[in-house]
């Protein structure tokens, strides 16, 4: 028996924090830990998961509160719990590890390693079984016998799966020339994809893939193909109208189980929302269609409510979908009794000709028809029977928040919050643009003090001074028991990071937000540039780093967020468009690069890099809005409406060049006929601007013509 006991109570944490009165003697991801592992030659037992997940919660009760499986685990393994939130770099690469030899990944994961780390078996196992645990028993014994039997057999295969996960996540002899045909393949993936009667891409279990949906619409908006528009706006409408939508409070649950999205995994985390938010934003740009609009202010009721730190700024992590390991989806679901006894006859009524409320148990509400099929069908006048049905919905909402509320990840991660930031400052210009004030100015003010806070708690912009370095973004800005951020520095932190100080100087003209986006994007080139093949690798690279660390990784596939890579592109083209740096522009190029020669067979998984895509393939349009007063007002709603990806929109007061990079203001100064009498609209195009224009309609037009 190991002399070790269970060190989570010293984690930050909550999702390892929750595990710390269980008997496994579980250490955390340490060099502590590997040291111990290797001193007493015993294999790792890894358990990867997350505070939202069901099956983490699920595996913790079936398996981990076992005194049996304690004590096998506690004498033959070095056992580790890892936050796969707090440590994507870590969870990812055994993810990749475990579809490597051809097994599914998932979560919960558990991976069985070498005393350095690298593994040699893992699996998802199944909870659903008579015999579960029985399995999971034998497995254990098996593992550790087959370590301790066959060490010279189980060293060699452990080599060569990490040697094949570097293979595989580096995408080595995967390079070619960049061309713009990429996108159009990525597009055809995507379409190919299509479930026609349900939307979405694919079989169940369902993931909502917001990159391939943006980049659907934004290759409607460019080419006027008319099914890349159909097949992501079907997409939005059913989802929005599925069971993976909360009726009732809004915002979207993980995924779906089922090919219709009817029954939810109903954990609701913040970068799904956030990208949706952007997504369902954009289809209302592209279509006019005010539903998508009330999605998003929907999304964002949501988020405000049970995601946001409206006092100090900040979006919180995820709200898990159950009360604990026993219950699926309790608090989110209705029996026909329990909506009966909150609402009034005509209420009700309208509820179940609207809702989906069949099942003699629990339901989950979607909408089996609309407000306008409901009025046609009962031959009933269409605004009372919206105002009853909205009626119904807000008693349900005061009703549910009754019950017992699933527990919210209060950890404040930067790279998702720079997400959510993005989306808020995105979504508050088109709310702008269409003259809903108030929406405006509650999501830009929220969004602007959530950055500020992030800016100002997560970017050391002198850390590591004595060490000849400048500047770390901290990957955890704030952890739920008041613990500093975890200091780790991650590439989609920076990224996303960079492209919501983008933003947000897009949004304010403040030039201290477009300092910090090229200040980071100088440490991101630092950090996790690899100058030999291009693209950037997703973490600093240690001199040693334990177990697959080891494994070089440049991330290029969707998954619970934009991929790593396109997005520092982006990032970069972006920097480019503004300041007329063609390096940034280079090294978007290198970087896309890397995967350019088999970027169309990742196909759903390449939504992010299909939109970086377009923005290296396209030339970037700046537009600049100048003066004040109504005719100024409506100018910038002109330049805001349509959808372009490549287009910057900035708004000053006449004379105000100093709040423009240096090239776009020694442009703009050289303009003769700009007048601080009338406002004007100067649209550039790589820097070269036709001359300024005068009313909306105007600018309308010239865009027409300017925009790809």
């Known amino acids: 028996m190991q002399n070790l006991t269970n060190t989570l109570d010293t984690a930050s944490s909550a999702y390892l924090r929750s595990a710390m ?11 502590d830990t590997f040291t111990r592992a290797k001193e007493g030659d015993l294999p790792m037992l890894l358990d990867i998961g997350a505070s939202w997940c069901q099956g983490s919660l699920k595996m913790d009760q079936e398996f981990y509160q076992s005194d049996e499986i304690a004590a096998i685990i506690n004498a033959h393994y070095i056992a580790v719990k890892l936050d796969s939130d707090e440590r994507p770099d870590v969870a990812a690469r055994y993810q990749s590890a475990l579809t490597a030899v051809g097994k599914q990944g998932g979560s919960p994961l558990t991976m069985f390693l070498t005393p350095d780390g690298k593994p040699f078996y893992g699996a998802c196992f199944s909870l659903r079984t008579a015999d579960g645990r029985a399995s999971f028993r034998e497995t254990l014994l098996a593992m550790a016998k087959i370590y301790r039997e066959q060490n010279d ?90 069971g993976v939508y909360d009726q009732v409070a809004g915002g979207f649950h993980h995924s779906a189980i089922d090919d219709a999205w009817r029954v939810p995994h109903f954990e609701k985390l913040a970068c799904d929302n956030a990208e949706l938010l952007k997504t369902y934003v954009h289809a209302w740009q592209v279509t006019g269609n005010a539903f998508f609009a009330d999605v998003a202010r929907e999304i964002m009721r949501w988020m405000d409510a049970s995601l946001s730190d409206r006092e100090r700024g900040g979006f919180f992590a995820s709200e898990r979908g159950s009360l604990g390991p026993d219950d699926n989806g309790g608090h989110f679901t209705w029996t026909r009794d329990e909506a ?108 602007l003090l959530s950055l500020d806070r992030l800016l100002a708690e997560a970017w050391n912009e002198k850390q590591g001074e004595l060490e000849g370095e400048e500047g770390q973004l901290d990957h955890v800005l704030a952890y739920p028991n008041g613990d500093p951020g975890h200091r780790i520095p991650l590439l989609d932190d920076y990224a996303f990071t960079v492209l919501a100080c983008l933003d947000a100087y897009e949004t304010t003209v403040e030039l ?42 440049k991330s290029f596939r969707d998954a619970l967020a934009p991929a790593g890579n396109p997005a520092a592109a982006i990032a970069l083209m972006r920097l480019c468009a503004l300041t007329g740096n063609d390096v940034y522009q280079d090294r978007a190029r290198q970087t896309l690069e890397v995967i350019a020669g088999a970027a169309g067979q990742l196909g759903i998984e390449a939504g992010t890099y299909g939109v970086a895509s377009i923005w290296l393939s396209r030339p970037h349009t700046q537009v600049v809005v100048v003066g004040e007063g109504a005719e100024a007002d409506e100018l910038y709603a002109a330049a805001l409406r349509p959808l372009a990806l490549t287009k910057a929109v900035l708004r000053i007061p006449c004379g105000h060049w100093d709040s423009l990079p240096p090239a776009l203001a020694e442009t703009m100064a050289n303009l003769s006929d700009l007048s601080a009498k009338h406002p004007v609209a100067v649209v550039c195009r790589n820097f070269t601007c036709h001359p300024p224009v005068t009313n909306a309609a105007e600018l309308t037009a010239l865009l027409g013509e300017v925009l790809p």
């Open 21 to 31: 009165h269980q008997p496994i003697h579980w250490q955390q991801w340490s060099e």
């Open 153 to 242: 057999a189980v060293e060699e295969e452990a080599v060569k799966l990490l040697n094949l996960l570097t293979h595989i996540e580096s995408y080595r002899g995967k390079t070619a020339p960049f061309t713009a045909d990429a996108v159009e393949a990525i597009v055809r993936a995507g379409l190919n994809l299509f479930d026609p009667k349900n939307g979405g891409f694919g079989k169940a279990p369902k993931l909502l893939w917001p990159a391939m949906l943006d980049l659907l619409l934004y290759w409607y908006a460019q080419t006027g193909e008319q099914q890349a528009g159909a097949v992501a706006t079907a997409t939005l409408e059913k989802l929005a109208r599925s």
């Open 340 to 447: 009966r006894s909150v609402l009034t006859k005509e209420e009700f009524e309208a509820a179940l000709l609207h809702w989906n409320l069949d099942r003699p148990g629990k339901n989950v509400l979607w909408v089996r028809a609309s407000v306008e099929e409901i009025a046609t069908r009962t031959k009933r006048e269409l605004e009372p029977l919206r105002a009853l049905i909205a009626s119904a919905r807000n008693k349900l909402y005061e009703a549910r928040q009754q019950r017992p509320l699933p527990y919210i990840d209060r950890t404040l991660y930067t790279g998702w919050n720079a997400l959510c930031i993005s989306a808020y400052l995105q979504a508050a210009r088109a709310f702008g643009a269409s003259g809903d004030k108030a929406a405006h100015e509650q999501a830009q003010q929220f969004a």
């Open 512 to 553: 201290r937000y477009l300092e910090h986006a090229s200040a980071i994007s100088i440490q991101m080139f630092k950090y996790f540039y690899e100058g030999t093949l291009g693209g950037f690798i997703d973490i600093r690279q240690a001199c040693s780093p334990p177990g697959a660390l080891r494994a070089l990784r």
